[in-house]
């Protein structure tokens, strides 16, 4: 068989199989596994690196140059939707309503032992 048929059928193979994998992650696992991901990407950037400044020919070095171009864009972009990801399950504060008091500024922490604060309401806690 010729060779190039052989890498045909592996690149169509493992299409396949990435496609059916994939397909079969549930989104809870979707953020760790693209967090791993971004980490497999990273290495394959720092491999590009170094395979392309070891190169003597102009047009491997064009390649490699598009290759690093392509490797960085894919990993920043990992890492963007990753965060934006990961913020779905931020809490989200609600915005101070004008009913709301200002929060205090007093600098002096309280001590173990020092009385509650006087405008805690009465029978809001402690021993009664």
Known sequence: ???????????????????EVIS????????PLMSGANAIHGIILLGAVLVTGATTSTVWLVVGLVAIVLAAV???????????????????????TKEDPPPAT????????????????????GAA
């Open 1 to 19: 068989m010729d060779q190039a048929v052989v890498w045909l059928t592996i690149f169509v193979l493992s299409v396949f199989v990435g496609i």
């Open 24 to 31: 079969k992650v549930s989104s809870t696992l979707h953020t």
């Open 74 to 96: 894919n990993m920043v972009g990992g890492f963007v939707v990753t965060d934006r990801m990961l913020q779905m399950f931020v809490r989200k504060r609600k915005p101070p």
């Open 106 to 125: 007093s600098s002096a922490a309280p001590t173990r032992g020092a009385p509650a604060p006087a405008d805690r309401p009465a029978g809001s806690g």
